[in-house]
């Protein structure tokens, strides 16, 4: 008996592993997965933990009909692994109310965007442990600062921390945040005293930024250096000279590898940040371990960067990639 083409490619096709319709399912689109698991029912069966793996860039209605969803269909709870809306703004009630819910019980939840309605933390969130959680992004504000604080601590497997604010000064946590395994952190420089000290001793990845463009240098660095532990810092400067932020690092943590500097100001400000390149030689040669330098900002009229790097890499005979780059 022979076969005809049609009936022949689809014998094929089923004796693709898995594996493979993985890999290639992996790149499709949310639609094209749609219309995948209405195809076979091996194809289904891969590609539906693929659909639901990831939550982002979502619509209002979008977000919903996806709470609706998980809320009858409790069994493909296991498959998401990624929650990261913009926001969940534009949501029933009766969506906003069932979201937290649905959340507290995502299994094998790894990075979860705490936005929106999310912040306040409702009970059902605040009270969740995810185990194989190890990304959080959050914003604090006044009113959750220690909700917030306690539901950190409960994730025990978390190595990401992202953290912005909602107002200039949230003030204290009441409780410290404490993170075994926390390695990598970026947000406002103004929550780094509430980090407790056995997690600060970890950190080895910080990107700071500041609400009102201020990092106070030297208290800062003073609790980076008491453990030395940290490696690669990117740091947003613009009312204090770059001159004066490398010179803070230099004295604190000599021994750092990766350092970025991003001297841009706000945007409604057309404002030259001060660099201090006359200053930069003499602060570059207190750095022993110095392999990465990126500088970003305003580049001043008749910047030479080829004597400037020339001179930079004089200064600190470790530095084997510098890195020169312009805003505005």
């Not at 949310?30 to 995948?36: G, K, S, V, Y």
């Not at 500041?210 to 690669?232: C, K, N, Q, V, Y």
Request: net charge positive; with cysteine; charged share 20%.
């Amino acid at each position: 008996m022979r076969l005809t083409r049609a009936a022949a490619r689809k014998a094929n096709s089923h004796k693709i592993p898995n594996e493979i319709l993985t890999e290639m399912f992996s790149h499709m689109a949310r639609p094209d997965l749609a219309r995948i698991c209405r195809t076979t029912k091996k194809y289904r069966a891969v590609a539906i933990p693929l659909l639901y793996r990831r939550v982002a860039d979502m619509n209002a209605l979008e977000l919903e009909s996806w709470v609706d969803t998980m809320m009858v269909n409790s069994e493909l709870s296991p498959y998401v692994w990624y929650f990261q809306p913009h926001s969940t703004g534009g949501l029933s009630q009766k969506a906003a109310m069932q979201l937290p819910t649905v959340l507290a019980g995502l299994p094998n939840l790894r990075i979860l965007n705490v936005v929106g309605d999310l912040c306040q933390l409702s009970e059902a969130l605040y009270n969740a442990r995810f185990k194989q959680l190890h990304t959080i992004e959050c914003t604090a504000m006044q009113s959750n600062s220690t909700c917030l604080a306690m539901f950190l601590n409960r994730q025990e497997a978390l190595r990401t921390l992202r953290m912005a604010s909602s107002s200039r000064n949230p003030g204290p946590f009441e409780v410290k945040i404490e993170l075994p395994k926390l390695t990598n952190y970026r947000g406002e420089s103004m929550f780094i005293p509430n980090l407790h000290d056995s997690t600060v001793c970890r950190l080895t990845t910080v990107r700071l930024w500041a609400w009102s463009f201020d990092i106070e240098w030297d208290p800062l660095m003073e609790t980076f250096g008491r453990f030395g532990a940290l490696r690669d810092l990117t740091a947003d400067v613009w009312r204090v000279k770059a001159s004066a932020a490398l010179e803070a690092i230099a004295k604190r943590l000599p021994s750092i590898e990766r350092i970025k500097i991003i001297a841009k100001g706000p945007k409604k400000f057309d404002v030259r940040p001060e660099i201090g390149l006359a200053e930069l030689p003499h602060v570059l040669c207190l750095f022993q371990g110095l392999n990465f330098l990126s500088f970003e900002s305003f580049p001043p009229d008749e910047f030479d960067i080829h004597k400037t790097v020339i001179a930079w890499g004089e200064s600190c005979p470790t530095l084997g990639q510098i890195c020169i780059g312009a805003f505005f």
